[in-house]
């Protein structure tokens, strides 16, 4: 049995940490190479980093950010934002970046995920997809609404469709982050996340709305979710990566330990 990863997430406007309830009313919280220093000392499993006003701005992300984070960190570091062509994601990886997360763009541009995966391989490919839940309809069997430009636009497009197909176009992973959930610490819209991961044969990572300890076993379990991914309660001080990772192992999940 593969061990089950908690991955911190690091959503970044102009140079800042910031962090946002259901993509609005962003705030900044601080330094995201000192928080990312912290984490990996703290013996995370991967980080995230999104610069979430590029593909909005219609800007490239900022690469002296992501080196400066690549520099305080040995782990995976997956990074979204802005990624528009294999330029980009070629880019990305010589700031130090291992993942190239495409987003916005590749809603716009499926074929992008395609190229990436040949250019950097599949592996490295994470398809992040951000949701919205909305009435079923008959372009939204599932009920689950894909929005892209940091929540701003939607699109008409199913998300159990879309996971689909950016599983046959490439991705080697899904982000599967729930607008209605994000940051209000509720929990993880596990009714989403079950029917992603049950769906495709990549690794699903539960984003959105994790609050206390027993919301990450529930993500990982009921959820069928193969990572959880954090911000708030981290960033805030309510918890520390060592601690989350032993109440999942406490708990009986499979966890890579340092101890």
Request: charge should be negative; glycine fraction near 10%.
């Amino acid at each position: 049995m593969l061990s089950k990863r908690l991955i911190a997430c690091l959503d970044v406007r102009d140079g800042r940490l910031a962090k946002s309830v259901k993509f609005v009313d962003t705030k900044d919280i601080g330094d995201p190479v000192e928080k990312a220093r912290e984490y990996y000392q703290g013996g995370l499993d991967e980080l995230v980093f999104y610069d979430i006003t590029a593909s909005s701005e219609k800007r490239k992300i900022m690469l002296d950010v992501v080196e400066a984070v690549a520099n305080e960190v040995f782990i995976p570091l997956s990074v979204g934002g802005g990624i528009r062509s294999v330029a980009d994601a070629t880019d990305l990886r010589l700031a130090g970046a291992e993942k190239i997360n495409v987003n916005s763009a590749a809603v716009q541009r499926p074929e992008l995920i395609a190229e990436c995966a040949e250019a950097v391989g599949d592996q490295n490919v994470v398809l992040s997809m951000d949701v919205l839940q909305v009435p079923r309809s008959a372009d939204i069997p599932s009920g689950y609404e894909i929005v892209i430009n940091g929540g701003r636009k939607k699109m008409g497009l199913d998300a159990l469709s879309w996971a689909l197909t950016g599983e046959r176009l490439g991705a080697g992973e899904l982000v599967v982050n729930s607008i209605d959930a994000d940051g209000t610490k509720t929990g993880y819209e596990l009714t989403l996340t079950a029917l992603i991961a049950e769906a495709v044969r990549i690794p699903v990572i539960a984003s959105g709305g994790a609050g206390v300890p027993d919301h990450l076993y529930d993500a990982l379990t009921d959820g069928k979710a193969d990572a959880a991914l954090v911000a708030s309660m981290v960033h805030y001080g309510d918890y520390n990566v060592s601690d989350l990772k032993r109440h999942l192992h406490d708990r009986g999940l499979k966890m890579r330990m340092s101890w």
